[in-house]
């Protein structure tokens, strides 16, 4: 078969992609991957084939426009809110006009579009896999007859609060019934006279690939291909200090960029964290760039810090870890066992430390919660608290039953010979 992957250009998203691309591409199946051209070199570094369509206008355009980061509008979206008496039709038509003025659009330009639809007429994928924003494949696999899977990369949100949505439409009278997602895909399709072509597959796949533990899947009746998550941190080296074994316990923190100068109501900043952790008897590695690094006047006796260390080689050294809920960071943790101390603000994280917490395998804290004693005293908790070890292994054990993407290729192809329609 020809497989087709593709992911906006953010090196994370992608790399989410790498292990079922290279499942595919040694089982004898020829794979390429599609992105703007400011992840060509990532691809590349991969080993794979890169295929540069569109440009990254639409986000500069975006930002531009509202003068500043797109971040903090997708603060606005919360995925955990579950009650009935908040979910109001006015609140869930807003959750759906944000995501897709602010995430679907701008992150899958006109240009971009475009130029993998014709690609994707052009070289005549049987197969496209895409990462859950990526919209432009699936509008690509549409036109061009592909069979279309989605690689989750967390819990399923975007799909239950699209799922929320219908519901409460349906409930409205028939004037009322806005549909911005919609009819965002529907005249991008009639672009290329398939606008009676709208499926909520556009948004779900045809059917959904999931690396995430069994037990932190959201049950939406999408069909779903379950499988091992495989980590894939890019080129990487593993440095000397890291070859030995910690003589005393190891902390990880790796915060993001949403905590490059401060957290919290309070303002806590990461100099403040790595104070508070200062007189834990234990080795705290924090990941940070040169920028957050040099934000830090003093560093405690107790912290090492690294610009970068690949986390599959470092999280099994580690007690616990404080991480930001990153998609690769947070699923790494889970596969080796590790507990989580997580610092939530943005899209599906907040649903992942709550998950966490639920499970005896972690603690959660809102980052507009956040304090630096606060965060010390879940540190030594999980340190101290055995159930949290206990908690974290076993969503490892989850993860390592489920098949490696090696394992699921025959189901795919089987899927594809089903759905393309070329």
Known sequence: MRVLFSSFAHKTHYYNLVPLAWAMQTAGHEVRVASQPSLVDAITGTGLTAVPVGN???????????GGDIGLYQKGLDFTEQRPERLTWEYLLGMQTMITAFCHEPLNGDATIDELTDYALSWQPDLIVWEPMTL????AATVSGAAHARLLWGPDVVTRARQQFLRAMAEQPEEHREDPFAEWMTWTLARYGKEKAFSEDLLTGQWTIDPSAPSTRLDLGVPTVGTRYVPHNG?????????????????CLTVGVSARE??????VSLADL??????????????????????????????????FVPMNALLP???????HGGAGTHSTAMLHGVPQVMLTNLWDAPLKAQQQEELGAGIAIRTDEVTARGVRDAVVRVLTEPSFREGALRLR????????PNAIVDRL?????????H
Request: proline share 8%; aromatic share 2%.
């Open 235 to 251: 080129p990487s080296v593993i440095p000397a200090w890291l070859a030995e074994a910690p003589t005393r316990p190891r902390i």
């Open 56 to 66: 990254d206008d639409s986000i500069i355009e975006l930002i531009t426009r509202i």
């Open 262 to 267: 401060t957290l919290g109501k309070d303002e």
């Open 413 to 421: 192809e089987d899927l594809t010979k089903a759905h393309r329609r």
């Open 274 to 307: 790595l104070d508070a952790l200062g007189d834990v008897d234990a080795e705290v590695v924090a990941t940070l760039d040169a920028t957050q690094q040099a934000l830090l006047p003093r560093v405690p006796d107790n912290v090492r810090l690294v610009d």
């Open 136 to 139: 432009a494949a699936p509008i």
């Open 317 to 323: 050294t580690c007690s616990v870890i404080i991480n």
């Open 397 to 404: 054990a989850e993860m390592l039953a489920e098949p490696s």
